[in-house]
């Protein structure tokens, strides 16, 4: 699952730690480092006995607990008790929450002092919070051993593989983690499409523009019949490379290893270069708009819902369909409909991305934590498939039910309120929002995919392709390498917005050239270095090497 908003821990804890600030299990003697666990089964003494077939929340006699759970997004909805979900999650668990949000900054001052929360959800599997993990939480494989072995029926095998860390053990457990059997069971849907306005589509007779000469000879129709549209937009460009980057590469099958298994240079690949050539020729033709590259994605959502491009490269359209369902409910003839748009001048086929087992968020249980016991119940509870349907649709009766063809469907006055009272809808059921350990699999079993959405979801069936092997391959946070990829980074994001604006093919040329000096001289041999080793790792643990 891709989202809009993503933050990224950028906390360095290499000088936290040397400093001596190794945090030790709660309620419990320092432990060594082979045993990170809480406490010991005397601590259940009272509550429940161990049983590996039935969750350990269904035995635990204890009446009330209380958690401090940190989540590293100012946007998260720090409400408990006050929603469906929440409600049922209290009313199961014998649970209250107490939700803290901030950024960065702020998950620093947590590190820095010794007063960690119970649980801490991040955003960066491969930041140095995340690497460092055994050093200040607990481990989920020896909390599960001792109080919640049911945690296994839950957890996927792949998964705590692939966050496994030096030490052989899991600390912390992803959202939208998907593995190759989520891919191959259909579970996961595109969220890239190339679309156009079906009004526009039609009336210029369906055209093509898989090629470079097709693609602007449609953009300049679009200029002489539709001069009060832009003919062709894409994602934000202002802090990163929208979907002209990797979305668009993924589009047109970019290679993402060589021939001998090392990284692609995907940036650098001719076919797209001569894709970026053909946008700069319509940047020259008055085929792209200036304030395309000056937009945030507020900005981008609102001429979408003024139906304001003809054309639209869109990277994560899940999070663009309430911006896309407002046009298409006031103007459904001109909905925006998905095409096969630009295609690679190689042969290549479309290999859409979509989240690996990498995932989205990364909850970790610390070593400070108050009761390890309930939090590991929390992790078994929130992995379940009840807990999926719960967090997606609410409760059987109450916010659904299922129908004759086994699909679960929002009773009628509820999807009434998500279409016409979206806030309130929020507020009152919280569906689809508490979504910290949540997947994909489960809106597959609905009856209900916003219309907007649907048909470019149907067009990217067969698209998707896993890359598993590159991800996570980046050099660890606060190390030289990282920090020179973190510029190349910012240079690339500049550079393709002057790519596309050239103003002449010497121009482009140069920038290409300037580009390259640049990465050669900030370190880029051994980002190659890191990034290879780290493919081999990821291999290692796919069991493909």
Not at 408 to 430: H, I, Q, S
Request: hydrophobic share 30%.
């Amino acid at each position: 699952m891709k989202k809009s908003i993503k933050r990224k821990a950028t906390v360095t804890l290499a000088s936290i730690l040397a400093a001596g600030m190794i945090f030790t299990g709660c309620g419990s003697k320092p432990t060594s480092d082979g045993d990170k666990s809480a406490g010991t089964s005397s601590e259940l003494a009272g509550r429940y006995a161990v049983d590996a077939n039935t969750p350990a929340w269904k035995l635990d006699k204890k009446e009330s607990t209380t958690l401090k759970w940190y989540v590293n997004a100012d946007w998260w909805n720090t409400t408990w008790n006050e929603d469906t979900v929440t409600k049922k999650i209290k009313q199961d668990l014998k649970l209250d929450v107490e939700f803290i949000t901030g950024d960065d900054t702020k998950l620093n001052t947590l590190f820095a002092g010794e007063d960690l929360p119970d649980i801490i959800t991040i955003f960066d599997s491969h930041s140095s919070v995340a690497t460092s993990a055994n050093q200040w939480a607990l481990a989920l494989n020896d909390l599960a051993d001792k109080y919640d072995p049911y945690f296994y029926k839950v957890a996927k095998p792949d998964t705590l593989k692939w966050f496994q860390l030096s030490d052989g053990k899991t600390y912390g457990y992803p959202g939208y983690s998907n593995s190759q059997e989520d891919y191959d069971k259909g579970y996961i849907k595109a969220a890239t499409a190339f679309t156009i306005r079906k009004d526009i589509y039609e009336a210029l007779g369906k055209p093509s523009m898989g090629t470079p000469e097709e693609f602007i000879n449609v953009l300049t129709q679009i200029k002489q019949k539709y001069n009060d549209l832009l003919p062709f937009g894409f994602n934000s460009m202002t802090n990163s490379t929208g979907s002209l980057g990797a979305d668009f590469q993924n589009f047109i099958g970019v290679p993402i290893e060589n021939n001998d298994g090392t990284w692609y240079d995907r940036d650098m690949d001719p076919d797209y270069i001569k894709w970026l050539k053909t946008f700069n020729e319509a940047y020259k033709k008055g085929l792209i708009s200036d304030d395309s590259f000056s937009d945030d994605g507020t900005a981008h959502e609102d001429k979408i819902k003024g139906g304001r491009y003809a054309t639209v490269m869109i990277g994560g359209t899940p999070q663009r369909s309430g911006a896309l369902q407002v046009w298409m409910s006031a103007n459904p003839n001109g909905a925006y409909i998905a095409i096969d748009g630009p295609q690679s001048t190689v042969g290549n086929k479309p290999t859409l991305s979509q989240a690996g087992l990498s995932g989205w968020t990364v909850t970790y249980i610390t070593n400070k934590c108050t009761d390890p016991i309930k939090a590991i119940e929390l992790y078994t509870y929130l992995l379940s498939d009840d807990a999926g349907i719960l967090t997606t649709y609410g409760v059987k009766g109450e916010t659904y039910q299922v129908n004759q063809d086994g699909k679960y469907e929002l009773l009628p006055e509820v999807g009434e309120m998500k279409e016409k009272d979206n806030d309130r809808f929020k507020k009152v059921y919280r569906l689809g929002e508490f979504c910290l350990f949540g997947h994909d699999r489960y809106q597959t079993n609905s009856a209900y995919t916003m219309p907007s959405i649907t048909q470019m979801q149907q067009w990217g069936d067969g698209k998707l392709k896993t890359q598993f092997e590159i991800e996570n391959i980046d050099p660890n946070q606060g190390t030289a390498e990282a920090r020179s990829l973190s510029t190349i980074n910012t240079k690339w994001n500049t550079t393709l917005v002057s790519l596309i604006r050239a103003k002449d093919d010497a121009t482009f040329n140069k920038l290409i050239d300037d580009y390259k000096a640049f990465r050669k001289d900030n370190n880029w041999d051994a980002i190659m270095k890191v990034r290879n080793e780290n493919i081999e790792k990821n291999r290692a643990k796919l069991g493909t090497k």
